[in-house]
């Protein structure tokens, strides 16, 4: 029989089994991304409803009550589903291959941390299906709404949330591990790939903020089964203490979801510059800066609860500092371009459209940092507009642009370019039409998590739903081009596919074979 | 290929273009907004400036950072022969795209503090007001005048789920707006009675949180009589859009007769509530009530919604004793969504929407509960 | 040492982390937050019972102190300050009571919360005694006058004159019964 994984051609049960019991970081990786891609179509569909419903002024289709469902289950599924997932793929994929390791450090536990996943979030779809609905607090899940007056299905999505950071928790302590310990000899740490590095940056973030977030759910599944008080003002709690700490882990977790979308840019700038990634030493320092401050900035996303003003203006000069480090990254990579010799497929497209769209929507966080204009963002369809722009032309973006940079390398084939370009405008402009007006929006005063609006908000929010199909439509291209891709790409067996990649994942050949660097490469 | 793309991209952008105009077309709205207000009180105009100056930093930083980068793409293109070159460290202008950003926020954070303080600044107010988030309505209260009133939505379900046209106050109108008056410097005390929600007037440049169990403070004060309209803005449950905020500032005189008439009303109230009601009379009034207050959860047809908002209609408690019907609505449920309503309906109201429901879809009761009933239940054991 | 002795090292140093922060989250965060309350006035929490010390009573300087009453949710008992406002001098021990009214045909059990505004000033409002630092259970029908003295400290800054002090009952009779919501 082969020796290689098991195929179709082996028979139904062991293909399957190979999948279920498989330590190998690539099929591992693959299993996150697939997953991922599925959570993201879900998700989406979310997100059709949430913008079919605001098409028109009225309720249309469904009803407020749903409606809040709709908006918790997309940030719950895009956040958790999605994003996290699809970058934990990546890693897996690829860390090993780029520090010219056989294998992460954990493999049995790296299967763990991805089959527990599928688990929770069927729990966690399974809510919309229960008596009362699904979570419909809001993906901040706020007390008293999420505790008091929350549906009965809220302690299965505790339950989802507790496995779901177990996967993060196991995940992180395995990219810890691997990157610590099985480096190839000769690749010192300020020699590693920046894609490794912001990932580990990453995982040490994620170990030191999910169980805080574990601890808020805990509380929660306390106050509301066993009669404590955390955030019951009638027991002596405080639903405000809900707020800081949620915050204490969302903070750090919106830089867990951008880190290694800026590792994957600072990978993919550089091959398509032809130049080597300008600043190394402070694009680290950077990325680990922001990791630092991220933990200390929390209470920007709280402006309006009554914080005595010592404290507003704190987090408001710590938070506008955030934007230093993330300057310096973005300069770094335009000088990488500047006097390289550039070309523009799709990976790079989507890179580029990084750049910009992510600095935009930094530029808005900037904005939303401002606790006195605060005062008429927070809450509104601002900030909609801010997180969408930093978590889908920024992080999505960059994961769009790292499928179509290492596909070729995950499955020996090379993706179709006008295909690949087509699909990039259709995204550009279907995003920038559906999330653009909506910082008029908030500027004009409709606030978030709304199921209707007054008339005013009429024209804006049409063409913020059209946009959105169209965005959405450019998700099933993306399927499309990578299916595609797989079963009738044409054949590509070259080690570096692209004329100005470095780095050991260049080393090997395309497809990557199922096992790579049994014995560690020399690296200088 | 390239042509077909031009066209395609030029067709979207069309469409971006044309589409608000069809837009506005279809909707009886004002013409699109695309900015902040400065509205009537010194915090909304200092939010709007600190708001602008950041606009003009972050857009000249933008356009000379984008800028650069498009002169890149276009001149460093591999196709135009660029070839590339090997530098990747300069110590000299990373150290310049630290330090200059950090000097631009430091230089930021002096009038992004100065307005933090005008927000900050409650004290010593002519006029205090206590605002209460309910699920889903707010409720002011002057203090010390002793006048308090629930202001709800007035738009009707009929209009939400389109069967009526919509009007053109449509979601921005309520039972009983907040009236204040000009000149006056006025403190919000702003809390919640179930779950967080948050009072907003964007033209007062005010937002606060509506927390349960503690209060926060905004203040505002303007010389601009008007009707301001403002929003709830911490989700809060299926009413979140439903429950807007309009406020109607007035010269001081007309405020000074209006609170006067909301003091004298409260009197003349007490003395009607002694008068006995027919059925019919309370059967309209009931179903007025019913529709404002009840509807939303428990449905026009008295169904309610299964699982969730118990159906009316063949009720036991609808159709059993008159006292535990009017239990339920003064003492609420406890543990369920059903507050109690003691504090927002009148004791007329009470009476005729628990008269309403006990006679209609079906339910054929035929007692008739007198407002003095629903008093004698609060007053009495 | 081996790569795989390293990685263990690895997985017990990130567990013992990740167990650090969740005890951290559950057992440190929420006291050192009331903590900080309680320094910094946050939220308008006054303090527990304050023993009065001899302070001289600052007549040049009045503060007017307002009530406020609210009831939490279904909350059925009447109850409102029986008084609207009154004035005081700092450091001149103040009584007051608010009145309290159980309407309903059960024994029932209050608590009580407080919140001052403006929230910096909590710090110098102080409460010798208090009903909000206990339970008040009302037997069914019963009424009863509440009572509060308070004095205001005479550092409290200068430019307040005002303060308002707000109290929310909440119903807290299932959770007085019940031995764990005790914890």
Known sequence: ?524 | MLKRAQALFLSLLSLVVLLPLAGSALAESTASQLNMPQGVTEVSQAAYDIHMIMIWVCTVIGVGVFGFMFYVMYAHRKSRGAVAENFHEHLGVELLWTIVPTIILIVMAFPATTALLKVYDTDNPDIEIKITGYQWKWQYEYLGEGVKFMSELRTSDDEVYGREPKGEHYLREVTEPLVLPVGKKIRFLVTGNDVIHSWWVPDFGVKRDAVPGLFTAGWAKTDKPGTYVGECTELCGQGHAFMPVVVEVKEEAEYNEWLANKKAESVEYASTIGKEWTSEELMAKGEGVYLQSCAGCHQADGNGIPGVFPAIKGSPIALGPQIGHIAVLIDGVAGSAMQSFADQLSEVNIAAVIHYQRNSWGNDVGDVTQPIDVLKYKQSK | MSTDASNRRVVVKSLFGAAGMFVFAIFVLPPIYDLFCEITGLGGKTGDEYTAVDVRVDTSREVRVRFVASNNASMPWIFKPTKDSVVVHPGEPTEITYFAHNVTDEDMVSQAIPSLVPNNVADYFHKTECFCFENQPLAAGDKADLKLVFIIDPDLPVGVNSVTLSYTIFDITDRAADPIAQL
């Open chain 1, 1 to 524: 029989m082969a020796h290689g994984p098991a195929t179709l051609a082996d028979g139904w049960r062991a293909y399957i089994g190979r999948w279920v019991f498989t330590t190998n970081h690539k099929d591992i990786g693959t299993l996150y991304l697939w997953f991922s891609f599925a959570m993201f179509l879900l998700g989406g569909a979310f997100a059709m409803v949430i913008r079919a419903e605001l098409f028109q002024p009225g309720m249309q289709l469904i009803r407020p009550e749903f409606f809040n469902q709709m908006t918790t289950m997309h940030g719950l599924v895009m956040v958790f589903g999605a994003i996290m997932p699809a970058f934990v793929g990546l890693a897996n994929w690829m860390i090993p291959l780029m520090i010219g390791a056989p294998d992460m450090a954990l493999p049995r536990m790296n299967n763990l941390s991805f089959w527990i996943l599928p688990f929770a979030f069927a729990i966690l779809t399974s809510t919309l299906f229960m008596e009362g609905g699904g979570p419909n607090f809001g993906w901040t899940f706020y007390a008293p709404l999420s505790t008091t007056y929350a549906p009965e299905s809220v302690n299965f999505f505790i339950f989802a949330i507790h496995i779901m950071g177990a996967s993060s928790i196991m995940g992180s302590i395995n990219i810890i591990a691997t990157v610590m310990n099985m480096r190839a000899p000769g690749m010192t740490y300020m020699k590693m790939p920046l894609f490794v590095w912001t990932w580990v940056i990453t995982a040490f973030l994620l170990v030191a903020v999910m169980p805080v977030l574990a601890g808020a759910v805990t509380m929660m599944l306390m106050d509301i089964n066993f009669g404590t008080s955390f955030f019951d003002a009638a027991g002596g709690g405080d639903p405000v203490l809900f707020q800081h700490v949620f915050w204490f882990f969302g903070h750090p977790e919106v830089y867990i979801i951008i880190l290694p979308a800026f590792g994957v840019v600072s990978q993919i700038i550089p091959t398509f510059s032809r130049k080597p990634l300008f600043g190394y030493s402070s694009m680290v320092y950077a990325t680990a800066a922001i990791a630092f401050l991220s933990f200390v900035v929390w209470a920007h996303h709280m402006f309006t609860v009554g914080m005595p003003i010592a404290g507003e203006l704190y987090f408001m000069y710590a938070t506008m500092l955030i934007a230093v480090p993330t300057g310096v990254k973005v300069f770094n990579w335009i000088t990488t371009m500047y006097k390289g010799s550039l070309t523009f497929e799709t990976p790079m497209l989507f890179s580029i459209a990084f750049v910009i769209l992510f600095t935009f929507g930094g530029f808005t966080g900037l904005m939303l940092s401002i606790a006195a204009a605060d005062m008429q963002y927070h809450d509104t369809y601002f900030v909609v507009a801010h997180f969408h722009y930093v978590m889908v032309a920024g992080a999505v973006f960059s994961g769009t642009a790292a499928i179509y940079y290492w596909l070729p390398k995950w499955c020996g084939k090379m993706y179709n370019e006008t295909m690949g370009q087509v699909q990039f405008w259709v995204a550009f402009i279907g995003f920038n039409i559906a999330f653009m007006p909506q910082h008029f929006l908030g500027l004009a005063g409709m606030p978030r998590r709304y199921a209707d609006y007054g008339l005013q908000f009429a024209d804006w929010n049409m063409v913020s739903s059209i946009g959105a199909f169209i965005y959405g439509g450019a998700q099933i291209m993306l399927l499309y081009n990578v299916i595609m891709t797989i079963k009738f790409g044409k054949p590509t067996a070259e080690e570096k596919t692209w004329e100005g990649a470095e780095g050991l994942e260049w080393t090997v050949p395309s497809p990557a074979p199922y096992h790579t660097f049994a014995k560690p490469p020399e690296f200088k």
